[in-house]
């Protein structure tokens, strides 16, 4: 079921990092990602960028990006971190890839990229949205800033510690008056009766520090909350542009924010109490998080004995199964996403049948990674979109008192629910890839990588 690899630690020798942004915006005209119709590209908000940092302490290397896109596919990871570490020497293994889920990047693989592909292909002859070959674009972009990370090290010390933010991230599962489980119910619904499940408040804050100058060139931030804030048709980087430009006020505009996002896969930014006009903005969520990072940075904590290594464990989880009838039905089905003809929901399972059959195979390998940055502080990288409840046992269960765990590294698998939410069902249980249980497993594995560097 597991494979694991032998720990790697690195001496009491002095740590440096490196930095490097890269865009990878795509041109306009190309596909949108985020929801189950067609969305063309029509300008640009504020560009998408992929942000590396490289650690090196004695013989050991990390490197943890940050892309502005909704997921990575297995494939790009996959080739990156291969061509990455042929040039810079980093292990494969110890290279973190992590989607900040915004849905206003591009649409570039997957079932639906498929559907509507084929579509223009049987229309035109081509596909006028997909100009470019983006896939092969982002991993030559991906494996040059990891490179020109690689080539920035400096001596840096870091800082580190956790803050609470109340009233930007709320759970979207409801139980309705008809017994049922609503996901984004719509707001102000008389039929709602409760939340079904919690949030995640907390913040998770590391800060590198340039020795030689002695100021701030980075910030790792970690927060549990959808990047869906957007809603137009231009490329966004959604909410972490306005944290990263208010942080930039204080430390400078070559201030590089690093943000992972939290386990939100049940998440998002809506407050169903109140009427549209009241919901939250997105410059308002990235400032106001700014704004609490900044009150905790002078309260942060020094690491003064970093301690990098890096572990990690994958998983294979049974998926979810289908007959050929259900594939037939799904082909069929998926032509009509984004009409009114079929009901949402059969629109989603249709696209989650054609997912697993791009997969293949019986179930599906979740990598698990941890970084030990020091005796307190940890990073946990998973894969697809994590429920809030297993980020948080993850949390409270860790030997690290900062522990960082950031969803939708290297792959997009979907939804990875709990055991309890498959049973109560809804839209994220019918689109997610694996059969319950799968969760929970990821969690086991993420608390015996960091029990094992919480010892070592």
């Not at 956790?162 to 102000?188: E, V, Y």
């Not at 590391?206 to 931030?221: N, R, S």
């Not at 009509?336 to 989603?348: A, H, I």
Request: aromatic share 6%; charged share 20%; net charge negative.
């Amino acid at each position: 079921m597991l494979k694991q690899d032998p720990p790697q630690t690195a001496g009491p020798s002095e740590l440096t990092a490196g930095l490097a942004v890269i865009d990878i915006t795509p041109p306009i005209g190309y596909r949108l990602s985020g929801y189950f119709n067609e969305r063309i590209s029509t300008g640009i908000k504020n560009p998408l960028k992929a942000k590396a940092l490289i650690l090196r302490q004695g013989a050991q290397q990390a490197a943890l990006v940050f892309c502005d896109i909704i997921g990575l596919s297995l494939d790009v990871s996959s080739q990156t971190r291969r061509q990455a570490s042929q040039i810079t020497g980093i292990p494969e293994e110890n290279i973190l890839l992590a989607a900040t889920h915004s849905h206003t990047g591009p649409l570039y693989c997957g079932a639906l990229r498929e559907h509507f592909h084929n579509q223009a292909l049987a229309e035109h002859g081509s596909d006028p949205c997909e100009q470019v070959d983006y896939p092969a674009e982002l991993v030559q972009k991906l494996v040059k800033v990891i490179t020109a990370a690689h080539e920035k090290l400096t001596p840096i010390r870091l800082t580190a510690g956790s803050a609470q933010q109340q009233g930007l991230s709320f759970n979207r599962r409801f139980h309705m008056k008809d017994g049922t489980i609503l996901f984004n119910p719509g707001l102000q619904n008389p039929d709602i009766v409760k939340t079904v499940g919690t949030t995640d408040p907390g913040i998770g804050i590391v800060f590198l520090t340039d020795v030689a100058k002695d100021k701030p060139i980075a910030g790792l931030i970690n927060f549990a909350l959808h990047l869906d804030t957007v809603g137009s048709t231009e490329y966004a980087a959604d909410y972490p542009f306005y944290l990263e430009r208010s942080l930039r006020e204080v430390h400078g505009d070559d201030f590089v924010l690093l943000f992972g996002n939290g386990t939100c896969g049940d998440l998002n930014h809506l407050d169903v109490t109140k009427p549209a006009e009241e919901c939250l903005k997105t410059e308002y969520i990235g400032t106001t998080l700014a704004e609490t990072v900044k009150a905790k940075y002078k309260s942060l904590s020094s690491i003064t004995q970093p301690a990098l290594a890096i572990r990690r464990e994958i998983v294979h989880v049974p998926i979810q199964k289908y007959t050929p009838e259900q594939l037939t039905w799904a082909r069929r089905t998926i032509k009509q996403v984004g009409s009114e003809e079929v009901p949402f929901l059969e629109q989603v399972e249709a696209y989650k049948i054609l997912e697993l059959e791009l997969r293949g195979g019986d179930t599906i390998p979740i990598e698990v990674q941890v970084f030990r940055l020091g005796p307190m502080v940890a990073v946990v990288a998973l894969p697809g979109e994590v429920f809030v409840d297993l980020g948080l046992a993850i949390k409270r269960a860790s030997p690290f008192p900062v522990t960082l765990v950031i969803e939708l590294c290297h792959d997009d698998l979907g939804y990875l629910p709990t055991q309890k939410a498959f049973a109560e069902g809804s839209y994220e249980t019918v689109n997610s890839r694996i059969a319950p249980g799968g969760g929970e497993l990821m969690v086991d594995a993420a608390l015996r990588l960091l029990n094992d560097l919480g010892l070592s």
